[in-house]
């Protein structure tokens, strides 16, 4: 089950596709307390129904802190796993015995997780279903937690070592890693997990400069999950990569009522601003975007804001705060589908398009004090 969720590193802002339902990493707001444990004499439906329902994240209510929070979490993955038990105890040919056997893994890693625990207890659940013919489905969920749980042993193994440089280190992780999903993509090449873990191959292989390999994992991608978020995403960085230096396209109607044509702007020097209100490093960001806009608006400059909300009332209450001179296109599904298009993974984002139209650079951030002024001085192309 994919689920989006925005972790903030190194200020920016993460969106970051994962099929793993570990825990709440990042969430700063609270969800309502789970209801009680059900009763025993519950019927073989209604427990498998708790128990699916159990499985998903409850939503944030903005009423308690993390902390908070992620006891309500743990609450609800423990009441799911006793519940799972209890279900297959008295119904072991369950209707969706698998669905609740996938449910109880993902649950059991969260808890280890949040706890710090060990994962044993996850692995010996996982290998006793692999032990017993399961489905191709199920078998591979329980290969994948037992995947994680090498990794994590592994990791731990290595930072044990004390006759290990960091460098070394880091080689042994990454070929450790590396095999371990080729075994997986090959074994499951259709599963769930495998859109995630061939992008993981595909950066490990960027990573050694083995374009061969990343182009074989990426083929794979296209072949079997060609409208992946995934493979969608490292397309969209392809194209980035690909897209400097060429015609920029980007029309839209503002919130304002504005027709903006980026192709129809030459002569003037865009920068193009993904951002969202909820996301810290894009408002931290804006006053310096404001200084610039006051600095060189008047000899050319330009910006564009391209809006991740997902909520036009968030956006209009940002801006009641934080007027912005310049137009912004917001459109949740167009603005999804133009971020994926262009690979944008984290927030603020900076493109800079040059007078002629031309697509500069796509990773402006920290270095537009430089490149505007740069930009402002060239000419523009004569027409022919």
Excluded at 204 to 221: C, E, S
Excluded at 265 to 291: E, N, T, Y
Excluded at 309 to 329: F, H, K, M, N
Aim: charged share 25%; with cysteine; aromatic share 8%.
């Amino acid at each position: 089950m994919d689920r989006r969720r925005v972790f903030r590193a190194g200020g920016v802002c993460l969106l970051v596709f994962s099929a793993l339902v570990a825990a709440a990493d990042g969430q700063e707001t609270a969800a309502p307390a789970s209801a009680p444990a059900t009763a025993p004499a519950m019927d073989e439906q209604a427990l498998t129904t708790r128990i699916l329902a159990l499985a998903e994240n409850p939503p944030p209510t903005g009423e308690q802190d993390r902390q908070q929070y992620m006891e309500v979490i743990r609450k609800r993955y423990g009441e799911l796993i006793r519940l799972a038990d209890g279900l297959l105890r008295r119904f072991p040919n369950a209707a969706k015995r698998d669905e609740v056997l996938q449910a109880k893994l993902e649950s059991m890693f969260a808890l280890a997780t949040l706890a710090g625990e060990d994962l044993a207890p996850l692995r010996l659940e996982a290998e006793s279903i692999l032990r017993a013919s399961p489905s191709t489905e199920l078998a591979s969920h329980a290969a994948y937690w037992v995947l994680r749980c090498d990794v994590s042993s592994r990791i731990s193994q290595l930072e044990a070592d004390a006759k290990l440089s960091d460098s070394q280190r880091e080689e042994q992780y990454r070929a450790f890693v590396s095999e371990k999903l080729k075994e997986y993509v090959d074994a499951y090449p259709k599963s769930e997990f495998t859109p995630d873990l061939l992008g993981a191959l595909i950066d490990l292989a960027d990573r050694r400069n083995d374009q061969a390999a990343a182009d074989k994992y990426f083929r794979l991608l296209e072949t079997n999950f060609p409208d992946h978020v995934v493979t969608q995403m490292l397309a969209g960085q392809q194209r980035r990569r690909d897209g400097v230096g060429k015609p920029f396209e980007l029309a839209f109607t503002a919130i304002d009522g504005r027709k903006i044509d980026v192709q129809q702007m030459r002569g003037k020097v865009i920068l193009v601003d993904f951002w969202a209100s909820w996301c810290a490093p894009c408002r931290a960001s804006m006053p310096h975007l404001q200084k610039l806009y006051r600095t060189y608006n008047p000899q050319g400059l330009e910006i564009v804001g391209v809006n991740g909300d997902s909520s036009r009332a968030a956006l209009d209450q940002y801006l009641e705060g934080v007027p912005l001179p310049w137009p912004i296109y917001f459109d949740p599904e167009g603005v999804d589908r133009l971020m994926r298009w262009w690979g944008v993974q984290a927030i603020p984002t900076y493109f800079v398009v040059d007078k002629n139209g031309r697509l500069r650079s796509t990773d402006a951030r920290g270095t537009l004090d430089e490149l505007i002024p740069k930009l402002i001085a060239e000419k523009p192309a004569q027409p022919q």
